[in-house]
């Protein structure tokens, strides 16, 4: 689990605190990533957050990339701790704090219980299934 909150932000949709459910996140310009910063500036995939052990690690990916870490400049792989401000251009993102993820997550099941507390997903899903069910009908014969 990776829970991060962007202080500082060009992209107003971006801003807020986030939670990740998993022991990678990238973060990024481009629906790649799990956090999205809608900002030309930024590459399309810019840092990677790593839960290794006990221990987590802010990685740039490319090599003319650096960010700021608690106002010291940095590029490559850093550990990080919680309450440590990275600053990557214009954003700033805290560190609210990590663990690395016991066991493996069940999105079936989460998928299950995000459908049950949302009819109208499942209305929409129901919908798109019989469309996909009749353009391969249609397909064979």
Avoid: W
């Avoid at 998993?22 to 030309?40: A, M, S, Y």
């Avoid at 006990?54 to 550990?79: A, E, W």
């Avoid at 066991?103 to 989460?110: E, N, P, R, S, V």
């Amino acid at each position: 689990m990776i829970n991060l909150k962007v202080l500082k932000s060009t992209d107003p949709n971006a801003e807020g605190t986030y939670e990740y459910q998993f022991d990678v996140l990238t973060l990024g310009r481009t629906e790649k990533n799990d956090l999205i910063i809608k900002d030309q500036l930024l590459p399309s995939i810019a840092l990677m957050f790593i839960i290794e052990e006990n221990s987590l690690f802010v990685q740039t990916l490319h090599p003319d990339l650096f960010c700021f870490i608690n106002n010291k400049k940095m590029s490559g792989r850093k550990l990080l701790q919680a309450g440590d401000i990275v600053v990557l251009g214009s954003h700033s993102f805290e560190v609210l704090g990590f663990k690395k993820t016991d066991q493996a997550i069940d999105f079936g099941k989460l998928y299950e219980n995000f459908m049950k507390n949302n009819q109208a997903h499942q209305f929409a899903l129901d919908i798109l299934n019989k469309e996909i069910q009749n353009i391969e009908s249609n397909k064979n014969t």
